[in-house]
């Protein structure tokens, strides 16, 4: 028999940032990093989430995402970008292409506003804000 022992000895806790694509109203759902079993209805869907191979229901253990990305968050963006700037245009990266340029237009329109607000032009705005942020004179 395959049985997996849970890697906690008690629920981890329930994530304040991570939200699984996945839900469930079910009944009996087992959060296998723990060995609980959680109980979901119509109107309290459980996320669902995948961890190691193991089943891992958000509102039980999910915290461990937090934890995870607290510490290896930029790791993992690092050789993610790594990978993107390799072969940008594969199929995996659709969704990167289109938020990163969301997240361009955003940054053009806010130092464009500064710009105006500081009556200076926009490449010189921008680099005032980055020092304003940073705490810098």
């Not at 087992?30 to 989430?49: K, M």
Request: proline residues 4%.
């Amino acid at each position: 028999m395959n049985e997996k022992r849970p890697l906690f000895e008690r629920p981890f806790g329930p994530s304040k940032q991570w939200r699984s694509m996945i839900g469930s109203s079910r009944s009996g759902l087992l959060c296998e990093l723990c060995g609980t079993v959680r109980s979901g209805s119509e109107e309290n869907h459980l996320g669902i989430s995948q961890l190691l191979g193991r089943q891992v229901i958000d509102q039980c253990c999910g915290g461990v995402f937090d934890a995870l990305y607290a510490e290896l968050g930029y790791a993992f963006f690092e050789r993610f970008l790594e990978e993107f700037l390799a072969d940008p245009m594969n199929e995996r990266f659709a969704l990167i292409r289109e938020r990163l340029a969301e997240g361009l237009r955003e940054a053009t329109r806010r130092t464009e506003a500064l710009a105006v607000e500081l009556g200076t032009d926009s490449q010189h705005a921008g680099v005032l804000q980055g020092h304003k942020e940073r705490g810098s004179p």
